[in-house]
């Protein structure tokens, strides 16, 4: 198959499994809530999917190198699958937790070969369109995934049913995909834990300005989506409501992420990344004030703009940093971040709301970005 058939196949494969992580957050904090789960259990609840992703990062650069992408993506992908549909058969907090943390699992092996497949048959020039494409297609099933949440006026089930089948659909056109290997035609090296760890320690020394986006997104994505319907529910919004909120967030993601992909090419991400992250802050704190539903919308819409392509585009950034030999252990960098930030974001967003009061989410996050930009305003290394 062509490059491009593979890239469309690989993106429409991203694209379920956003969906599907954009259902999952929303869905069960909301089902946790109407249970009268606290906001903190029901925080830390959500962590289940990033803890998945931290413990199998280690072990999954090995596996790649020896098996290939396509195998990688399978195994991944039924995961993730199998996991959506045994939610209904129990509703247990450990049993549901479980379920997460493979979830995490199948997830981070289907993004990290993926992401390392796409990273390394694309041209550097084209590197940040074809990166923002990529999260393009995430964004927009993240999008399409809390809508999904009102079909449990049909059953309370049918969203975890719908979305399983979604997810082994997408599965179905991996197979079409010939195999293939990190440097096509080269002896396949032999891989350890020890050798993983060294090329991480490398990576991190070369690239670790590029590790803050994703944390940040990570830290963003979590917070609004599992904690943020706690707030709007105890805010007096609709489930409808909120989901609506949530949506908006990802439509102003995919409507300039492939913009701000080819901005960041041209100008370099170095120059990009804090611009944005400074201003997604502030525009945060404008949420503070929002009392009213159209406001909502429309600083979500914002926030999407601003910061919506952040995994992406730090994607991007420490590809731009990091010799082709290292990419897989960069991109496992890169999820293990990301997961870093989305435990943070609803465990501590989860915590200062019953203590503080909703406000307190808010400011938490907004203070968490401006930071981030002061840390990508001060390192030295710009890449263009």
Known sequence: MRAKGKFWILTIVVAISGLSQGLLLPLIAIIFEEQGIG??????????????????????????????????????G???????????????????????????????????????WIGAMTSPAKRG????????????????????????????????????????LAWSLVWLLRNEFIAEGQTVRKMSFGSSMKRFSEV????????????????????????????GLRSGLSTYMITMIISSFSVGTI????????????????????????????????ATFANQFFFFVLIFFM????????????????????PVELLPAGNILVGMC???GSILGPTITGTLIGWL??????????????????LLFKQKKKVF
């Open 338 to 340: 990301f997961s870093v």
């Open 357 to 374: 009061g909703g406000q307190a989410f808010y400011l938490a996050v907004a203070v968490l970005l401006m930071l981030g930009s002061l």
């Open 255 to 286: 409507l300039f992420q492939v913009p701000i992909g080819i901005l960041s090419d041209r100008l370099g991400r170095g120059k990009v990344l804090p611009i944005l992250t400074g201003l997604g802050g502030l525009v945060f704190l404008m």
């Open 39 to 76: 906001a903190g259990l029901n925080g830390v609840h959500a962590t289940g999917i990033y803890i998945g992703v931290l413990l199998v990062s280690p072990f999954i650069e090995a596996p790649l190198h020896r098996f290939g992408y396509k195998p990688i993506i399978l195994v991944g």
């Open 129 to 168: 369109r074809n990166m923002a494409i990529y999260g393009l297609f995430f964004s927009l099933g993240f999008a399409i995934g809390p809508q999904l949440v009102n079909l449990t006026a049909i059953s309370p089930d049918f969203p975890f049913y719908f979305s399983g089948v979604l997810v082994l």
């Open 204 to 231: 991190g020394r070369l690239a670790w300005v590029a590790m803050i986006p994703p944390f940040l997104y990570g830290v963003l994505e979590t917070a609004l989506n599992a904690t943020f319907p706690i707030v």
């Open 78 to 116: 039924f995961l993730v699958a199998l996991a959506l549909l045994l939610f209904p058969i129990w509703f247990n907090l450990v049993f549901w937790f479980a379920l997460r943390l493979v979830i995490g699992v199948g997830d981070h092996m289907l993004h990290f070969s993926s992401q390392t």
């Open 303 to 322: 926030l999407g703009i601003l910061v919506g392509s952040l995994y992406s585009l730090g994607l991007s950034y420490m590809t731009d940093l990091t």
